[in-house]
Nanobody, 125 residues
Framework: QVQLITSGGGVVPAVGSLRLSCLISVPRTYTIFSGTWLRRALGKERENVASIDWRSDTTSYSDSVQSRFTIARDLANTTLYIQKNSLNPEDTAIYSC?????????????????WGQGTQVTVSL
């Protein structure tokens, strides 16, 4: 059974920092291909904040968080992280993690997307 467990949300003052974690629990026969952090602010569209290729460690960021946020993964603990620095009130949102993963079946992978529960991050002035 696949589970994504998010932690680390809360209230942080502007220009502060916060780290979110997403523990990805998967059966041994599953392979993780990528991890993504997304957020949805009140009244706004959902935004892909950052993504990482699980094997190559290649990362990508939205323009709104580039140079302030850092996405990372821990291979041994199958955990996805996002370190958020220089936070501002516009970063206030519900943050969720998503992982693309799946089993190897008859020589082919069957990946699918799985979601963790959202966690509220509020940046106060």
């Amino acid at each position: 059974q696949v589970q994504l467990i998010t932690s680390g949300g809360g209230v942080v003052p502007a220009v502060g920092s916060l780290r979110l974690s997403c523990l990805i629990s998967v059966p041994r026969t599953y392979t993780i291909f990528s991890g993504t952090w997304l957020r949805r602010a009140l009244g706004k569209e959902r935004e892909n904040v950052a993504s990482i290729d699980w094997r190559s460690d290649t990362t990508s960021y939205s323009d709104s968080v580039q140079s302030r946020f850092t996405i990372a993964r821990d291979l041994a603990n199958t955990t996805l992280y996002i370190q958020k620095n220089s936070l501002n009130p516009e970063d206030t949102a519900i943050y969720s993690c998503n992982a693309r993963l799946g089993p190897l079946v008859h020589g082919s992978y069957l990946p699918d997307h799985y979601w963790g529960q959202g966690t509220q991050v509020t940046v106060s002035l």
